[in-house]
């Protein structure tokens, strides 16, 4: 699983502050997403991408922004973080490439705004 | 968009006993369907997963079933052991056109 790693693992960050996760991949997957996991709702998604320079929102994308230059990548950023995005953020990437895994999850990142 | 209910929301067993997590899905042109194992503090982990050209898909003592006429889809886990304690998500999706969506999860708890 290492083929998938998230930054950081814990971020604590004030209120308004701007903040980006990071999400890098290694399998040469096209297909990258966010999740946001929140006690009661499960995991719900913020964005995705299909290819570089593709993204879509998913279903909670207010406050947030991504982008995607290079394939291996996927950073989420936070313009103004508010207390509500506090929560644990999973990046999640799949695809058709021999020898690699399916649909699969980062460690995640723990962030909590304060 | 695809919907997709889960319950129940927690379950208890007793060790050794068997566990059944349902799920429901709104869109039918979802075709994909797995199971996501995850334990406290550790990212989601696949556990098993069906396409809807197949009814029923076994491995050990875990097993998933579908049924595309009622849009549901169930996980069954036999001789339920300790480690079998966690949340458990199902999600569906469209292969190659959305997104996974997630139920809300099932906290299982084997009690020994």
């Known amino acids: 699983d290492a083929g998938i790693t998230q930054s950081p693992r814990y971020k604590i960050t004030e209120t308004g502050r701007q903040v980006t996760l990071m999400c890098h991949q290694t399998w040469s997957h096209s297909y990258m997403f966010w999740y946001r996991q929140d006690l009661g709702h499960g995991l719900r998604l913020i964005y995705y991408s299909a290819a570089a320079d593709i993204t879509d929102k998913g279903e909670v994308p207010d406050g947030y922004v991504v982008s995607r230059s290079k394939t291996e990548n996927f950073p989420l950023t936070l313009e103004s973080a508010t207390r509500s995005q506090t929560s644990v953020y999973f990046c999640?990437?799949?695809?058709?490439?021999?020898?690699?895994?399916?649909?699969?999850f980062g460690s995640g990142t723990r962030l909590t705004v304060v | 968009g695809e919907n997709v209910e889960q319950h129940p929301s927690t379950l208890s067993v007793q060790e050794g006993d068997s566990a059944v997590i349902k799920c429901t899905y709104s869109?039918?042109?979802?075709?994909?369907f797995p199971w996501y194992k995850q334990e406290l503090g550790k990212r989601p982990q696949l556990i098993i997963d069906i396409r809807s050209n197949v009814g029923e898909k076994k491995d050990q003592r875990i097993a998933v079933t579908l049924n595309k006429t009622a849009k549901h889809f169930s996980l069954h886990i036999t001789e339920t052991q300790p480690e079998d304690s966690a949340v458990y998500f199902c999600?569906?999706?469209?292969?190659?056109?959305?997104?996974?969506?997630f139920g809300k999860g099932t906290r299982l708890s084997v009690i020994a």
């Open positions: 999600a569906a999706s469209n292969v190659g056109n959305t997104p996974l969506v």
């Open positions: 999640a990437s799949t695809g058709v490439v021999q020898g690699a895994p399916g649909y699969t």
């Open positions: 869109d039918s042109a979802s075709n994909y």
